[in-house]
Structure formats: structure tokens, C-alpha cells
């Protein structure tokens, strides 16, 4: 019979501490050893490393250029775009955009809480609350050309554009169509 493991008591490692800045801490890693190599018969190896460069320190790379390109490969318009959570469906239906016009959708509205719906002006049970709508462009696409093309998908829901707005809703829930005009100043 194994022994059960102990709790732990000490508090998890920063991300300072995890990631190497300072006095590196990784958990289960022999920072004496980090950089050696063990081979099966029991010798060490560091062949591949170049000694000079070894004590140098650790640089990591920054993903600052992919910020805008989400897990399931959607691009979003800024970081605050959030896609991680949108429907299969929605997916596969903005992938189909991607084939036919041969470019990236971008995505400018994606998930939205209650609260950032309502600064949105959104309607009040908005897909968009429910991972299953998202705003899009296609760079050197129109939005009028774009709308067409997502009123003739099979299966789509919602297509709705916008006045103020070169983004196109699309959403997978009951087929449905609107657009938003500017309104016009009346003459005095």
C-alpha cells in the first residue's frame, strides 16, 4: 500500500519565480542541474550546450506579436477581444468566410459579460452573452459584400450590419436579417 500524499503547505511560486527572473524556482528542477543532461548510462552530458553561453542569462520570448491571434486561430482587433469561448458552430461558420475570401477574419466583438453588452448598447439577451455571436471584418472586403455572402450560408443565424460600424454580426442562433441605417438630419 503507498502512502498518501502529504498536503501541501508552502504557497505556490510566483510567476517571477516560475518563469526564471531573479533566482530561478521550478518545481521538481535541480537549478544546479538545470542545463545537464542524463543519460542512461548515469554519465552527464553537456555537449550540446555552449559553456559561454550557459552563463549568460535566459532570455524568453515575447509573444507580444501574437497577442492578437486566439487559441482556436481566430484573429481579434485588439487584446480585449475575447474568442476563447465561441460556439463550434460560429467557428467553423467564420472559417468558411476565411476560404471563400482567401484573408483572416478579424473579429472586433466576440464574448461580451453582462456589463461590457450593456456599454455595447446590445441587445438585452444578445448572443454575444452566450458565445455564439461575433462582429467581423475581412480586410478589402465591404461589409455589404460580406453580409451577402453570410445570408446565403446554410444554416447560419443572424446577419446584421450596422451603421456606424464596418463590422458584420453573425450569429448561429434563428435565422434572421437587419440593417442599421444612419439616420438623417432633417432640414429646418
Not at 51 to 73: C, Y
Not at 141 to 167: I, N, P, Q
Amino acid at each position: 500500500m503507498q502512502p498518501l500524499p502529504q498536503p501541501v503547505t508552502s504557497r505556490p511560486p510566483t510567476t517571477q519565480q516560475v518563469v526564471g527572473v531573479g533566482n530561478p524556482v521550478l518545481p521538481g528542477v535541480d537549478k544546479d542541474r538545470l542545463f545537464e543532461i542524463e543519460r542512461k548510462d548515469g554519465r552527464t552530458d553537456n555537449s550540446d550546450i555552449d559553456l559561454d553561453e550557459a552563463d549568460q542569462p535566459i532570455r524568453l520570448a515575447s509573444l507580444s506579436g501574437l497577442a492578437r491571434l486566439a487559441p482556436n486561430g481566430l484573429k481579434t482587433q485588439h487584446e480585449g477581444v475575447d474568442v476563447k469561448c465561441l460556439k463550434p458552430a460560429l467557428v467553423r461558420v467564420l472559417n468558411q468566410v476565411e476560404k471563400k475570401f482567401g484573408r483572416p477574419v478579424i473579429v472586433t466583438s466576440g464574448f461580451r459579460s453582462r456589463q461590457r453588452n450593456a456599454r455595447a448598447r446590445g441587445a438585452k439577451r444578445s448572443l454575444h452573452m452566450f458565445c455564439a455571436a461575433a462582429d467581423i471584418q475581412v480586410e478589402g472586403v465591404s461589409k455589404w459584400t460580406l453580409a451577402e455572402y453570410l445570408r446565403s450560408m446554410d444554416g447560419r443565424g443572424g446577419v446584421g450590419t450596422y451603421c456606424h460600424t464596418k463590422s458584420v454580426h453573425i450569429d448561429v442562433g434563428p435565422e434572421r436579417d437587419w440593417n442599421w441605417r444612419c439616420k438623417r438630419r432633417r432640414r429646418r
